[in-house]
Each structure stands twice: as structure tokens, then as C-alpha cells.
T-cell receptor
Framework: KAGVTQTPRYLIKTRGQQVTLSCSPI?????VSWYQQTPGQGLQFLFEYFSETQRNKGNFPGRFSGRQFSNSRSEMNVSTLELGDSALYLC?????????????FGPGTRLTVL | AQTVTQSQPEMSVQEAETVTLSCTYD???????LFWYKQPPSRQMILVIR??????QNATENRFSVNFQKAAKSFSLKISDSQLGDTAMYFCAFMSGGSNYKLTFGKGTLLTVNP
């Protein structure tokens, strides 16, 4: 069974631009979560989607948004990029996102904002 | 709000020895899970072990075991017979029934296994 895939793996953008990251979950998984990983703040929760519905959102500004498609693939978008948005963005998929469901992480997208 | 604290930013151990990574957490909830995740350099994060709060018996997965002290809100990871491949960042994480599908992570412990 293929694992969680994320595209692209690396991105370089300049301040003010916008970016879209993609996450394809493991086949059969309907929950996708996004996390931002930085050396200073560690891993922070961005949002979680299940069956195309956002069920939870972390404490990030409105510039961070996401969506999920009917095939469970998910995208996140960051508009008006700031230097502080440079990070590794991880997505994780699970069957339904519940306590007993193991979360499987993708390799991440490394975003650099210049 | 739940918090997870890992007080050891870095640790090192000699190959074949045993090492223990510390984690404390804070929550007012009763239904929750605790996890240890491993993130090797430039590789994907994987689940090492997990513990359900209602289970008194400590979880074990091969060379990895936990010491779950519920009253003290402590959840340490013991790695026995350390191997070079255990070199990684280790994250303690928490999820509860009330956290709405969100994992809360500690800042991580960088473990280096030396030959």
C-alpha cells in the first residue's frame, strides 16, 4: 500500500506570493491533517479534514487555508507569504482521525520564503 | 488546553546501551492517548509506540517501552539495545477525545546513537 505523498517536496517563494501544497493520503483514509514544523515553534496543528469538511483548525491567521476533495486528497494554501512561513509542512492521514486511528505522516514539503 | 513538555533537547547514547527519554503532559481530560513518534534525519515521521490512558499496563514494542505514570502525568520512552538506526528526533504527542482530531506535540528530543 502506497504511503502518504506530498508534492512538491521543496518550494522557494518570495514574500507576498502565494503557494499551494498537496497531500495524497493512503488509500482508504478519509482524514487528513496538516502540521507546520519549525525549529522555534516545533510542530503546530494547522487543520484537519474529513470527508471534505474541516473539523478543526489551529491558531493560524486566515492566510492559511485548506480544502479536501472527494477522493480525500487535500491541499493547503498560504497567501501573502511572510518570511516566518518558512517551514516544513507535514500532512498526516488516518482512517477517520479518531483516537484509535494511527496517523501516517508524509515526507513533508519544505517551503522557503525569501 | 493540553501541553506536552520534553525537557531534554538532546541526548546521546552508545550503541547497545539503554536510554530513556522524558515527557510530561498536562490535561484535565480522562480519555486520551499518548504517543512517541520518531523522525529520522530527512525521513518521514513514524509512530514508535502509543499508550491508552485507561490501560494501566505499559505499552511495549520490541526494544521500545514506555513508563506511563498517569497520576504524575509522565510518559517516558525507554529504548533498549540502542542501534545506529535509532538516531532521530523523538516527539512525544497527545490526543484526547476532546481535542478534535488534533495531535499536540512536545518540542522533541534529538537522540544520537554513537558507535
Amino acid at each position: 500500500k502506497a504511503g502518504v505523498t506530498q508534492t512538491p517536496r521543496y518550494l522557494i517563494k518570495t514574500r507576498g506570493q502565494q503557494v499551494t501544497l498537496s497531500c495524497s493520503p493512503i488509500s482508504g483514509h478519509r482524514s487528513v491533517s496538516w502540521y507546520q514544523q519549525t525549529p522555534g515553534q516545533g510542530l503546530q496543528f494547522l487543520f484537519e479534514y474529513f470527508s471534505e469538511t474541516q473539523r478543526n483548525k489551529g491558531n493560524f491567521p486566515g492566510r492559511f487555508s485548506g480544502r479536501q476533495f472527494s477522493n480525500s486528497r487535500s491541499e493547503m494554501n498560504v497567501s501573502t507569504l511572510e518570511l516566518g512561513d518558512s517551514a516544513l509542512y507535514l500532512c498526516a492521514s488516518s482512517f477517520a482521525g479518531g483516537l484509535t486511528d494511527e496517523q501516517f505522516f508524509g515526507p513533508g514539503t519544505r517551503l522557503t520564503v525569501l | 488546553a493540553q501541553t506536552v513538555t520534553q525537557s531534554q533537547p538532546e541526548m546521546s547514547v552508545q550503541e547497545a546501551e539503554t536510554v530513556t527519554l522524558s515527557c510530561t503532559y498536562d490535561t484535565s481530560e480522562s480519555n486520551y492517548y499518548l504517543f512517541w513518534y520518531k523522525q529520522p534525519p530527512s525521513r518521514q515521521m513514524i509512530l514508535v509506540i502509543r499508550q491508552e490512558a485507561y490501560k494501566q499496563q505499559n505499552a511495549t514494542e520490541n526494544r521500545f517501552s514506555v513508563n506511563f505514570q498517569k497520576a504524575a502525568k509522565s510518559f517516558s520512552l525507554k529504548i533498549s539495545d540502542s542501534q545506529l538506526g535509532d538516531t532521530a528526533m523523538y516527539f512525544c504527542a497527545f490526543m484526547s477525545g476532546g481535542s478534535n482530531y488534533k495531535l499536540t506535540f512536545g518540542k522533541g528530543t534529538l537522540l544520537t546513537v554513537n558507535p
